[in-house]
T-cell receptor, first 118, second 111 residues
Framework: DAGVIQSPRHEVTEMGQEVTLRCKPISGHDYLFWYRQTMMRGLELLIYFNNNVPIDDSGMPEDRFSAKMPNASFSTLKIQPSEPRDSAVYFC????????????????FGEGSRLTVL | AQSVTQLDSHVSVSEGTPVLLRCNYSSSYSPSLFWYVQHPNKGLQLLLKYTSAATLVKGINGFEAEFKKSETSFHLTKPSAHMSDAAEYFC?????????FGAGTRLFVKA
């Protein structure tokens, strides 16, 4: 069974350009999470979805960041316009939910998208 | 309130010696606790999980963790470190709709 698939693995772009990161979660998973990881700030939760609905986007740093999940098998994280301080590794993760509807907490991570904004 | 605290940002051990990575938690709910490992340039991988069954949990690669409610701890141990264990380790607390990651502990293994 395929794991969480992220693309692109590496992206180098110039300041001001639009960046779109993509994620395909594991089939049957109910939760999808977007994280950002940097040396300075560690692992930060940006946003998460439950059954394609955004539940908590309080971690999204600015209006330049947006995320969508049009269906159960695809999500995007978009940065427009990008800035050098957005350089980081962006991880997507998915999980199943419990009978109560919470995430089980057992997250399956993709390999990450390394973004460099010049 | 729900939280997780990893008590050491860095731990250094010699190959063949025991590993101890410390994690304390607080939770309003019965906690579900996890340890994840991240090798360089890789995503995070689940090592083990505690979900209110046995208090001693065995994971992959010889790691185990003991849930101690009285101490609100979930420390990760391994009897003998291997060079391939060098990585960053994250303790995670899940309760309700929140999944809280610790700040991470980087494990160095010296030959």
């Amino acid at each position: 069974d395929a794991g969480v698939i992220q693309s692109p693995r590496h992206e180098v772009t110039e300041m001001g350009q639009e960046v779109t990161l993509r994620c395909k979660p594991i089939s049957g998973h109910d939760y999808l999470f977007w994280y950002r990881q940097t040396m300075m700030r560690g692992l930060e939760l940006l946003i998460y979805f439950n059954n394609n609905v955004p539940i908590d986007d309080s971690g999204m740093p600015e209006d330049r960041f947006s995320a969508k999940m049009p269906n159960a098998s695809f999500s995007t994280l978009k940065i427009q316009p990008s800035e050098p301080r957005d350089s980081a590794v962006y991880f997507c993760a998915s999980s199943r939910q419990t009978l109560q509807g919470w995430s089980t907490g057992e997250l399956f991570f993709g390999e990450g998208s390394r973004l460099t904004v010049l | 309130a729900q939280s997780v605290t990893q008590l050491d940002s860095h731990v250094s051990v010699s190959e063949g010696t025991p590993v101890l990575l410390r994690c304390n938690y607080s939770s309003s709910y019965s906690p579900s606790l996890f340890w994840y490992v991240q090798h360089p340039n890789k995503g995070l991988q689940l090592l083990l999980k505690y979900t209110s069954a046995a208090t001693l949990v065995k994971g992959i690669n010889g790691f185990e963790a003991e849930f101690k409610k009285s101490e609100t701890s979930f420390h990760l141990t391994k009897p003998s470190a291997h060079m391939s264990d060098a990585a960053e380790y994250f303790c995670v607390n899940t309760g309700g709709f929140k999944t809280i990651f610790g700040a991470g502990t980087r494990l160095f293994v010296k030959a």
